[in-house]
């Protein structure tokens, strides 16, 4: 009954928030589920609101800097733009049925694996697989959706709760610009 009501709730805040066209039910459109899980999807991906998206945390961080990190045991930009990678790929592959890749033993690997020369192509990659996701979902059924709801909306928490962690990271090294939305 707690997640209902937690789901509720999120739908009357997104549907007061939003204003889209009128759904075949009298409710609105922004208050289906799946626009709520698209609309999560977005402001954790690209779409600055509440809070920055990684797409803007990310925006230009040179290889160097995203390989920084303060020796306290912090994990750098690149580690965690690379965990992030890791994980949206493996959920978006499991969304669309087709093979997760393997499951790493110690979940420190998600983060490890991540190299200097890789940057680039990290940065592009996950850009590329949160905007494929955001069309997986926008294209799924109701039925696949019903099932995965908790997952996506677990998936776009990780996603915002790393970025926040990049941008913190980002402020240690002083190359954070807090125009991009966090003083």
């Not at 208050?31 to 600055?48: D, M």
């Amino acid at each position: 009954r707690l997640l209902y009501s937690l789901w509720a709730l999120m739908l009357v805040a997104c549907g007061t928030q939003n204003s889209g066209p009128a759904a075949t039910d009298g409710s609105s459109a922004a208050e289906s589920p799946k626009n709520v899980l698209l609309h999560q999807l977005k402001t954790t991906h690209s779409e600055k609101e509440w809070f920055v998206p990684v797409k803007i945390a990310l925006d230009g961080v040179t290889a160097e800097q995203a390989m920084w990190n303060d020796s306290s045991g912090n994990h750098s930009v690149g580690q965690l733009a690379y965990h992030l990678l890791f994980w949206n790929k493996r959920q978006l592959a499991k969304f669309n049925g087709q093979p997760e890749g393997a499951y790493p033993e110690d979940n420190n690997e998600t983060f490890t694996k991540f190299n200097q020369a890789e940057w680039t192509k990290v940065v592009s990659e996950l850009d590329s697989v949160l905007t494929t996701f955001e069309s997986a979902i926008q294209n799924a059924d109701e039925a696949t959706l019903k099932e995965w709801y908790p997952t996506i909306a677990n998936i776009s928490a990780h996603n915002a709760y790393h970025t926040g962690q990049i941008i913190f990271v980002r402020k240690l090294q002083n190359s954070w610009d807090p125009e991009k939305g966090v003083k």
